[in-house]
């Protein structure tokens, strides 16, 4: 079988649109990867879940039954098997090469109840405990009887007989509501290098009935390590009953490391669904469709549906959900197509959501961060008061979970459980102050509870000091400064003695432009971000070290953090697209992070003849100065202006739009590494707002002003 990665210069169209909601397991896979995963899945039609309780199918790379059971429960899914008995106990993880698909087995259904490996419990963030209010959009299952959820029957001798049905996806492959049935990744790719969809049946790894949680279990943790256990702790004990249990666990896991690290070796993620032609493979292993391509493949999703009860018409809710927005109706699942306004009319459970958002952050589950960011930022961008389910519900990245938090939040005087238990969670108080530490991470702020065992800012000074990086010191001696948010006119001020300084150095030909929150309208920030630039190129190089030099100098900058003359060194190019797979993040400029300080204070001639070493008052700031050549002006302020999705968002936009890569130094095509100058088209721009809206035009975007990026 040709790879995958050499098929065609355009993959086959599949069809997923007959298939049911589909999770994709992150376990095995990069972020970059899952992404672009689920990206291909909802393009192609298919109903992408982030909740996994909404979910028949779960896709990932998994290849043993043990495996696919415990990354349900690690998910808080409890199931009994209910799996199809094959001569093989696991899915081959190398397939018959001369065969298009595996041969079917016979089949046989086996139902013994799993039973869970119990688990130190960790931090649990249970934002589903209003799934079973009256408006609770999961789907009623309790009349099924169990022979009607069995997903195959026993097949007579002429089917048998007659061999390998044609490969496609059958009824009997969908399974029942109240089913879950976990796929190897390998269908994706098999399909794709087929052209067509193959049976599903061929590839399935565990199918399970979904049961309620045993009283007696814990959730498993996840792959990242949150607690320390001692060897003991973990080590299967001993019984003298049963001298064989030890030497026969160990074997166990021996066996299940061997099959997993066979796993591993599989195809990469990108290959199951991006397929290329040999001409890209120098800018790397991802196809990148032409635009007429993706355009005739446009796929609308229907809006999640959610079942409306007698209890909305008791409380007097309209069955009638008001008229959606254009971006509502059209389908338009990025937050750079939409306005997202500060202060939007759902603001308190939107900051209810952040909340939720931000624990998920601090335990280390990524996906539920990304799906909560992608929830928050639709309801932002709602322009009406949200008043039943349904219409949450119809907005894109909102699934049942966001609906019944909301209910719950209207149903409770503006109270969600989930929120209360997360703001007297102990644990997460102490991870929330050690992330808010400039230089400290959610990694880092959890290494310092679990690891080290620190609880507050005193142990850290007292034990762990000197195995502090500079920024973190930093971080650490002026945490309670660092939290004072910016005024305004106190960021101008910062501005214009940054600018003072650079045109002291150049000329007046200097040019700036305040970004960030500051940009966007907020009456404050948390720091100062500049930018600036000059329209002779040659000005620019290295400039920002000299304007630091001087600050400093001045006493303006009390600490220089970071120095990154990233620009200069590839002498003020835009930044190339590497095939690596690697990130630069949302920006690769030059720039200074520097601590800031007004040297200025009343009485101060009074104070220092008072005394000569007496301390300057002024609370200290967080400044970042940041270089941009002319050319490329616009993709620098549109980098750094917009809220945290909208970013994140145009990024994806350029990518599966048009087959970019867009970053604050500029913009490249990803199949041939060309620069593309968006901003050149009719001669150099006159002004920074100029220069940013052919950013937007060479996009096909409508322009958004700043205030209209807030997307948190």
């Not at 079942?307 to 959900?321: A, C, F, P």
């Not at 530490?437 to 959890?446: E, K, N």
């Not at 994140?648 to 350029?654: T, W």
Request: with cysteine; proline share 6%.
């Amino acid at each position: 079988m040709s790879s995958p990665s050499t098929v065609a210069d355009d993959p086959p169209r599949l069809d997923l649109r007959s298939l049911p909601p589909i999770y994709v397991l992150p376990s095995h896979l990069t972020t970059e990867a899952l992404h672009a995963l689920e990206d291909s899945l909802t393009d192609w039609g298919a109903r992408v879940s982030y909740d996994l309780d909404e979910a028949n199918l779960v896709i990932g790379k998994v290849g043993t039954k043990k495996r696919a059971e415990l990354d349900l429960r690690c998910r808080r899914l409890w199931t009994e098997d209910v799996t199809p008995r094959q001569k093989e106990t696991r899915l081959p993880i190398a397939l018959n090469q001369d065969l298009a698909e595996p041969l079917r087995k016979k089949r046989r259904i086996e139902r013994t109840p799993s039973r869970p490996n119990k688990t130190k419990a960790t931090v649990v963030i249970d934002d589903s405990s209003t799934e079973s209010g009256p408006e609770d959009v999961s789907k009623d299952t309790t009349n099924l009887q169990p022979q009607q959820c069995s997903s195959s029957s026993t097949e007579t001798e002429n089917e048998r007989a007659s061999g390998p049905p044609e490969p496609a996806v059958a009824v009997d492959d969908i399974g029942c509501r109240d089913t879950v049935k976990v796929i190897n990744l390998n269908w994706l790719d098999e399909s794709i290098s087929a052209g067509r969809l193959l049976s599903l049946q061929s590839y399935l790894v565990y199918e399970g009935r979904r049961i309620p949680r045993p009283e007696d279990e814990v959730t498993p943790t996840r792959t990242t390590k949150i607690t320390a256990l001692k060897l003991d702790q973990i080590a299967p004990k001993s019984d003298a009953k049963s001298p064989s249990m030890k030497p026969k666990a160990f074997k166990d896991i021996l066996e299940r490391a061997k099959l997993e690290a066979a796993s591993a070796n599989q195809k990469t993620g990108a290959s199951y669904y991006m397929p290329v032609a040999k001409a890209q493979k120098t800018f790397g292993s991802r196809y990148y469709p032409s635009p007429s391509h993706r355009s005739s493949q446009a796929v609308i999703r229907p809006p999640h549906l959610v079942h409306q009860t007698t209890s909305e018409h008791d409380e007097g809710v309209s069955s009638n959900i008001p008229e959606m927005p254009a971006w509502v109706k059209e389908g338009k699942k990025y937050a750079c197509e939409r306005i997202t306004l500060n202060h939007p009319p759902n603001e308190k459970f939107i900051s209810l959501l952040e909340k939720i958002k931000l624990a998920r952050l601090l335990t280390a589950d990524e996906i539920g961060v990304r799906a909560y960011s992608t929830s928050i930022a639709a309801l932002a961008a709602y322009p009406r008061t949200l008043t039943s389910t349904r219409e949450v519900a119809a907005l894109p990245g909102c699934d049942s979970k966001i609906s019944n938090l909301y209910r719950e939040w209207r149903d409770n005087d503006g109270h969600i459980q989930a929120v209360e238990a997360i703001e007297h969670d102990e644990v997460l108080t102490v991870l929330r102050l050690f992330w808010e530490i400039w230089g400290v991470g959610a990694t880092t702020a959890r290494e310092f509870y679990f690891d080290r065992g620190w609880r507050d800012l005193d142990d850290i000074v007292e034990h762990g000091w000197h195995s502090l990086h500079r920024v973190q010191q930093i971080g650490v001696k002026y945490y309670e400064e660092f939290q004072e948010r910016i005024p305004r006119h106190e960021v101008e001020f910062i501005a214009s003695k940054i600018v003072e300084h650079a045109r002291k150095l150049t000329n007046d030909g200097i040019e700036h432009c305040i970004v960030g929150g500051y940009r966007r309208g907020n009456k404050d920030c948390g720091d100062v971000d500049v930018i600036i630039s000059h329209r002779d190129e040659s000005l620019t190089l290295g400039l920002v070290k000299d304007i630091v030099a001087s600050l400093e100098a001045e006493g303006w900058i009390t600490h220089t953090l970071t120095l990154n003359l990233t620009t200069s060194k590839r002498d003020q190019k835009t930044l190339p697209f590497r095939n690596d797979g690697g990130g630069h993040g949302f920006d690769s400029l030059d720039k200074a992070l520097v601590v800031w300080q007004d040297i200025n204070w009343p009485n101060k001639e009074a104070d220092l003849t008072a005394n000569e070493k007496v301390k300057n008052p002024n609370i200290h700031r967080r400044v970042d100065i940041i270089i941009s050549p002319w050319r490329t002006a616009g993709c620098a302020i549109l980098g750094w202006s917009g809220g945290n999705t909208f970013e994140r968002d145009l990024r994806r936009y350029a990518k599966h739009k048009h087959g970019w890569k867009f970053d604050s130094s500029g913009v490249r095509d990803r199949a041939t590494g060309e620069v593309l100058d968006l901003e050149g088209r009719g001669g150099p721009s006159k002004t920074w707002g100029e220069a940013e809206k052919k950013v937007f035009q060479g996009f096909g975007l409508e322009f958004r002003e700043p205030w209209e990026r807030c997307t948190g």
